[in-house]
């Protein structure tokens, strides 16, 4: 019997806001605005890094807050399966986590302005954050990786062989694909027949009295 992927609608999820990825976005978003501002505050700085600074903190802003929404409306899980969305995302942290940082150094260099100097606190703290996400992010694609080695070897068909056109049926992420694989494994496990030998215990009947041979 085939099994299909479970049919994922569209709607806002109030229980990833409450996340951990959820309130790391939220706080890269908030920490991303407060440094833009603080970094146009001062006109003067724009030619002396300021430039720099103004134009890293708010694309983080701009495609964090995307990754936020796609995944607050579960748009991600809607869009094509066959691209590593996990493996994207990881590439975009980890790049903003180093862009984030020389924008801090590059803010404490110039603080000679209280502007600035607001600049380089928020820019260093937003630094560790998307760290932490990036971090998550590594945990999981290697997670998917190893699964997905797994799944190869015990010959159980990939996510990416899922057919797109099966109508309003959804279509996971390469991280939703590979668990719902691992779940109907494990219902296939728990459906195999039990080993008829187990069903049935020895019993050991007495030997009547008059029946035992007389010790010599």
Known sequence: MSAEPEVIKLGFDSGYILSWRGILKITECVLDIAGFVTAVVWLQWTQAGGGYVQVVTMTAFVTTLTLFILHLF?????????????????????????MMLIAGIVSAGRAYHTSIILCAIFTF????????????????????????????????????????????????????????????????????????????????????????????
């Open 74 to 98: 579960k748009i991600i899980r809607k869009l094509p399966p066959r691209l590593p969305w996990t493996l994207i995302q990881l590439i975009y942290y980890g790049l903003y986590s180093l």
């Open 125 to 216: 703290l937003a630094w560790p954050v998307y760290v932490v996400d990036t971090v998550l992010l590594f945990k999981e694609w290697r997670k998917a990786i190893k699964t997905a080695a797994k799944l190869e070897k015990d010959n159980l068909p990939a996510a990416e062989n899922w057919d797109e056109d099966e109508g309003d049926v959804e279509q996971p992420t390469d991280q939703d694909g590979l668990d719902w694989l691992v779940k109907k494994e494990g219902e296939k496990k728990r459906e195999a027949p039990t080993n008829p030998t187990a069903l049935f215990t020895y019993e050991q009947t007495e030997v009547p009295a008059e029946q035992q041979k007389p010790s010599s």
